[in-house]
């Protein structure tokens, strides 16, 4: 497991094929198979080099993650992955909330300039940055009050987490071929994703170098 923000993780659960399945894969139609790396690693780069997709789809992993329902809703935009979330219609959600560090703040606000996306309406100073990030723990602490009281007076459970923001940390389990893994590293850890899904990114192509090495060290060529 290993952690990611203030409070998320990105737990490994399984993997299945390899960088050799890839090849037996692309080498059904010769009844080849996988022959040894000095020879085999030539067709490998052809088959991602020039977008033979397919035999990639012969891999995977699934993972568990802890993160922001901010980052979640940027992650289910990628349909080809499989999703099961943790729901507060039946159980409660855990009193734990996203804080960016005043780093963060700052940076992100100094970065804004080149990425449209996160352009800031006025210049920040790091007094009113740290202002808000007060504000932001007034809103999250005031947030948990109306959540816990409409639990306890018996508000159903899918009404009484309507005050619970974006920020809150969910849990889920994600499964995905190694194709689309890829497709969601390139995307995601692009610099004009936003810093909080691209570090969950950058923890996903460690655990692809680890299991499928000889395919990760193409992508990140």
Not at 32 to 50: C, I, P, Q, R, S
Not at 153 to 174: C, D, H, N, Q, W
Request: with cysteine.
């Amino acid at each position: 497991m290993t952690k990611v923000l203030d409070k998320g993780y990105i737990e490994f659960i399984e993997s299945w094929g390899s960088d050799e399945r890839i090849i037996e894969a692309a080498r059904m139609s010769t009844n080849k198979g996988f022959v040894n790396w000095d020879e085999d690693v030539k067709l490998l780069a052809y088959l991602y080099n020039h977008k033979h997709m397919t035999p990639f789809e012969m891999a995977g992993m699934v993972l568990e993650v802890k993160a922001p329902i901010m980052v979640f809703r940027e992650w289910h935009r990628h349909r080809t992955m499989s999703y099961n979330e943790m729901s507060a219609r039946y159980v409660p959600l855990p009193d734990e909330d996203y804080v960016p560090t005043l780093e963060r703040v700052m940076t992100g606000a100094n970065t804004a300039t080149t990425n449209k996306q996160a352009q800031s309406l006025a210049e920040l100073n790091e007094q009113d940055a740290m202002d808000w990030l007060y504000m932001l723990q007034d809103v999250y602490n005031h947030c948990q009050i109306v959540y816990e009281y409409g639990l306890k007076v018996g508000i159903p459970k899918e009404l009484a987490r309507l005050p619970i923001t974006v920020g809150r940390y969910s849990r889920m389990r994600v499964s995905c071929n190694l194709r689309n893994w890829l497709a969601f590293l390139t995307l995601r850890q692009d610099q004009a994703a936003q810093w909080e899904i691209r570090v969950y990114a950058d923890e996903i192509c460690k655990l692809i170098a680890e299991h499928f090495p000889k395919t990760e060290e193409l992508f990140s060529k």
